[in-house]
């Protein structure tokens, strides 16, 4: 089993930013890919962003260019840095951990931006 925490949901103002944290414990022996995920309300949830443990990155098109995910190997820790925050980026956000062919979710972050 893995247990993931999610930290750093907070209300913003459009155009701020903020930084998300997701610790993993348990058996986090060969966990690969770590990732970021969003549900609003009313919507289906999404990806939001993805990394590998050799680093590879992949985002959704609404984020490109103003989020970026980055992955602490050595503290289990994978983080979401959203810069530029618009109101559509409103949702609870999880996080998620793949290992031998089963995911992991953390309890959700709610990020909350107002216009």
Not at 15 to 26: H, I, P, Q
Not at 28 to 37: D, E, L, S, T, V
């Amino acid at each position: 089993q893995v247990q993931l925490v999610e930290s750093g949901g907070d209300l913003v103002q459009a155009g701020g930013s903020l930084r998300l944290s997701c610790a993993a414990s348990g058996s986090i022996f060969r966990i690969n890919a770590m990732g970021w995920y969003r549900q609003a309300p009313g919507k289906q949830r999404e990806l939001v962003a993805h990394i590998t443990t050799g680093g590879s990155t992949n985002y959704a098109d609404s984020v490109k260019g103003r989020f970026t995910i980055s992955r602490d190997n050595a503290k289990n820790t994978v983080y979401l840095q959203m810069n530029s925050l618009k109101p559509e980026d409103t949702a609870v956000y999880y996080c998620l951990a793949s290992r031998l062919g089963h995911d992991y979710w953390g309890q959700g972050t709610q990020v909350t931006v107002s216009s």
